[in-house]
């Protein structure tokens, strides 16, 4: 039979190729955990979290932790159907979403391996190919307007800018002059005040850069802000750290507070995913797809889910473009902004080189 049988953990240290800051800190290295799943018949499954302490509460070590707590449970279930393994973890982990998804998308990679099928044609087999945005951290005005510039003649047509201070302004403008023919996403993690990030984006306007979107302008716990950002500004305004699990989504659009959700396997998992984006389809709400500062076994795992529910209209899956030493390889081909699951294996399709 096709059950877990071991679980095991360790983490890992990703050093970046270039220092990340946004308005909650400055990184280097991004730690994470990564899982695997035996089963009885020898397959084995591949998962990985990447907690954000800020955004889930959660740490390598609580991560660590949780998977000890969940790996009894879990341990002898048949996961021919993988929903079983699901539920056990949606009651075990409830409130560690970042643990669970790395668990869900090792349980998803041994099932998929088992029914020799890529990831992506378990979620729908809706696209082969997605373009996803470029991330500019907070750096100088001259240094956002060469990467800039070379991101556009890479190919890229979306630009991601982390703000979320008055003097982000000068930084926003340079880049969009650097690459005018790439619209200009503005994420503020939560750093501005409702009126402050109005006055932000309408004062881009007057310079004639071309916004896109407005993420997470105000703090995660304002709705009534995020709502008045969202009535008084004309280009959509998404939540990403207002919106964890999908009852979060459900009544962010219930009162009318958002345009749109930022989704990321590491806030809500892959089950609580799915339940996302059928709240946002089934309201007309816009969906966009994230990540961390992830290893490529997650982010493959988003990819194969963002092409496989062919779901999202805005992509933001560049954890690669910034990690400089990830062990494992495969899961997705990449082109500049063009990611695909074409050669797909199966499951999420990464592996570690030296156990391939
Ligand atoms: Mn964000």
Known sequence: MPTIQTITSHTIDLTLNRAFETSKGRKTTSPSVIIQIALENGITGLGSSTPVEYVTGENTESVLSKIQKA??????????????????LAEA????????????????????KLKKTPMSKLFGNKKQHIETDITIPIVSPSEAYEIARKAQSQGFKYLKLKV??????????????????????????QGFTPEGAIDFVNRLFIKKIDIDILEQPVDRSDIEGLRHVTKNLPIPVFADESAITSEDARRLIETDSVDGINIKLMKSGISDTMKIIEICRSTGKEL????????????????????????????????????????????FASNSHELNTIAARPGHGCFHPQNP
């Open 71 to 88: 790996s009894p449970l879990l341990t002898g279930t048949d996961i021919t159907d993988h929903s079983k393994a699901y539920e056990t």
């Open 288 to 331: 966009m797809i994230g990540c961390m500062l992830e290893t490529r076994i997650s982010l493959s795992a988003a990819i194969h889910l963002a092409c496989g529910t062919g779901a999202f209209d805005r992509i933001d899956l560049d954890a690669h473009t910034f990690t400089a030493d990830d062990p494992y390889a495969g899961g």
């Open 164 to 189: 979320g201070k008055f003097e982000d302004f000068d930084r926003v403008e340079a880049a969009g002059k650097g690459a005018p023919g790439c619209r200009i996403r503005l994420d503020a993690n």
């Open 93 to 112: 982990l409830p409130s560690s979403p970042s643990a669970r998804a790395g668990l869900e998308i090792a349980v998803l990679d041994a099932h998929c």
